[in-house]
């Protein structure tokens, strides 16, 4: 089964009320295997069919699910793919977070996460890594 096939059988399976544990043991995978192919079911639907065209890896998918804004993955990947002959996955998650500040910078050890996200800031757990 394609990945593409695979995304959208799963979120037909999550919208008929399945759990990612029923899902997991009726099709032989884990429960965060289906969590992360459901994630990616949210990508814009033009994403969706570059997956289904394999003109996209899963891991291109992947990254783009870092933003949820769908008008934006469209134009984070059009500006990686024009900057860099070479539209990898970590480019196109380097340009998503570039303004982000990563919680293994010494900066955010000193301050603590709990200090920092008290002062409003807002730590992003990735659910691919």
Known sequence: MLPAEQIAGFHTLAEQGKTPAQIGDT????????????????????????????????????????????????????????????????????????TEISTDSAKFRFIGRDAYEAAGGCVREELFS
């Open 27 to 98: 099709l032989g995978f884990s429960s965060r295997h289906f969590q992360r192919m459901l994630k990616i079911a949210n990508l814009a639907l033009s994403l969706m069919d570059r997956l289904a065209l394999d003109e996209q890896t899963v891991e291109h998918c992947q990254a783009l699910c870092l933003e949820d804004d769908h008008t934006r993955q469209i134009e984070i990947l059009e500006s990686v793919k024009a900057n860099w002959s070479n539209a990898s996955a970590h480019l196109i998650k380097r340009a998503i977070t570039e």
